[in-house]
């Protein structure tokens, strides 16, 4: 039992809660630089793969146990890092890294050799099965342990998909919402199942590269200055906007992400007010108990689709004159993209609760879940990258395996360590194949908003329709006849 007083420490008299935001940010910024600067002193953690922003997450929990645990400082009768806190962060940043890399434009790069590059159809459906067997594979896990352990939601294992295929941000967003239907610790659940994707990713990246390499089929190469693109031919094209003018274009770049955020806002406010008042249960039926939440859950979902419609009027603008210039940049989009991405993965893993995730139930949920989602996601991955990549199977694996494990900033890095110029369309795949992924996972997506309804048949329909629908989309993908390959020159 902890002995230590809560030490209080007195605020400036200027202080208020918003310093407590300002701060915890501070220290979020200063948690990446104090990583970056071990995984660069490290080397053996530099060889892991093991991205920066993964132990600044673990450098950020240790820190928030050791302040409101161990040492129980408070500024103000609040502590300096909050689970709270985190959790927010993770949730908007998420949206807000779709929006950057929603708004940008059709660029490439590096030169994609002359390989014939595979159907958009063919990675989506590659995304959205993992993710369906993620599903199977994680329920039938958690229906099991349910029966040993009375803290194990059955319906919780849906989380894996969450966590492994779709990253921190829909974890925290799944998970907080199934702690609103009686799941204690779910959150907690869903953020730790993530944390172990991208330990799995940089694992099994490792253990692949490393299988490659010794049989002679993968030849690392190592950026030089050389292969750097020169700055001023990416941050000002012809029709853009000058980089500094009355305004910064970086700034223009963020105001634009967060007008597209605000009417995300409005669409969902709006949207949700309107099932509200149509709901014929006025203690709260289906729509409010189960849609409502969900459109706020997958709140990048909806920051996608808005980004769609900003652009085709944008588009519509510049046809009929009224815009002359392009305000967009796709390098400064990008850049935006991985701070938001950077700082969701460092809060997401802050933000988990330990203590929820203490019981033996938990644990050995967990470990069994992460060891049996990783391999699954492994052979899965590296089965179908064999019969549908062919032409670049190794780079394929390593794009697809990382993204369904982490996030496609993952799957990007763990490509680097082999096609570090992107010669391959493996890139492009994984891009194009996330978006088409959106449509084919509206089933999952479906499903996660009112599988943890009472009553078994909520619970075994759905299993039984992850199923199915699985089984109909591995058909399609493994048919020959909707692979209409294209080569990029």
């Given at each position: ?23 915890q940010i501070l220290i979020l910024c200063s948690l990446l630089l104090l990583a970056n600067t071990i995984r660069r002193k490290v080397i053996f953690i530099q060889k892991a793969l093991i991205p920066t922003s993964i132990i600044a997450g673990f450098l950020g929990l240790g820190l928030k146990y050791l302040l409101n645990n161990a040492l129980q400082i408070q500024i103000d009768g609040a502590f300096l ?409």
């Amino acid at each position: 039992m902890n002995t230590w007083p809560i030490l209080t420490i007195l605020p400036p008299s200027d202080f208020n809660s918003y310093w407590s935001i300002v701060t915890q940010i501070l220290i979020l910024c200063s948690l990446l630089l104090l990583a970056n600067t071990i995984r660069r002193k490290v080397i053996f953690i530099q060889k892991a793969l093991i991205p920066t922003s993964i132990i600044a997450g673990f450098l950020g929990l240790g820190l928030k146990y050791l302040l409101n645990n161990a040492l129980q400082i408070q500024i103000d009768g609040a502590f300096l890092v909050t689970s709270d806190f985190m959790s927010i962060v993770t949730y908007h940043m998420i949206a807000i890294g779709f929006i950057a890399l929603g708004l940008k434009g059709s660029e490439k790069i590096g030169k994609v050799r002359n390989m014939k590059q595979v159907n958009p159809v063919k990675s989506g459906l590659l995304i959205v099965t993992t993710y369906m067997l993620q599903g199977i594979v994680g329920l039938i896990i958690t229906i099991i342990a349910a029966l040993v352990f009375t803290d194990i939601a059955a319906y919780s294992g849906v989380l894996l998909p969450m966590g492994y295929g779709q990253g921190p941000g829909q974890a925290n967003n799944i998970g907080l919402l199934y702690e609103g239907a009686g799941f204690v610790g779910g959150r907690s659940f869903g953020l730790t199942i993530s944390t172990m994707g991208f330990i799995s990713a940089a694992i099994g990246g490792v253990i692949y590269l490393n299988i490659m390499i010794k049989r002679g089929k993968i030849k690392r190469v190592e950026r030089t200055d050389a292969n750097k693109p020169q700055l001023t031919s990416i941050v000002e094209g012809s029709d853009e906007i000058p980089v500094v003018e009355s305004v910064d274009k970086m700034s223009v770049q963020m105001a634009i992400v967060g007008l597209v955020y605000l009417l995300s806002w409005l669409f969902m406010y709006g949207l949700t007010s309107l099932l509200g008042v149509l709901d014929t249960n006025p203690a709260g039926g289906f729509l409010t108990k189960s849609v409502i939440p969900l459109i706020w859950g997958f709140n990048f979902i909806v920051a996608t689709f808005v980004t769609i419609l900003v652009k085709k009027f944008v588009k519509f603008i510049k046809k009929i004159k009224l815009m002359k210039r392009t305000y967009t940049n796709d390098f400064m989009l990008n850049r935006i993209a991985g701070v938001a991405f950077d700082f969701m993965i460092i809060a997401s893993i802050t933000a988990i609760d330990i203590e929820m995730i203490s019981s033996l139930g938990m644990i050995v949920t967990l470990i069994i879940i992460g060891l049996v989602g990783a391999l699954v996601t492994y052979f899965y991955i590296r089965h179908i990258t064999k019969s549908v990549y062919k032409d670049y199977p190794d780079e394929a694996f390593l794009a697809f395996y990382g993204n369904l494990t982490g996030t496609v900033s993952t799957g990007i890095s763990i490509l680097r360590e082999m096609d570090p110029n992107f010669e391959t369309p493996a890139s492009y795949d994984l891009v194009a194949g996330s978006t088409t992924a959106i449509a084919f996972g509206f089933p999952i997506l479906l499903i996660t908003g009112f599988i943890y309804n009472e009553g078994w048949y909520w619970l075994y329909g759905s299993l039984a329709g992850l199923i199915v629908i699985f089984i109909v989309f591995y058909v399609f993908l493994m048919r020959r006849k909707i692979n209409k390959p294209t080569t990029n020159q």
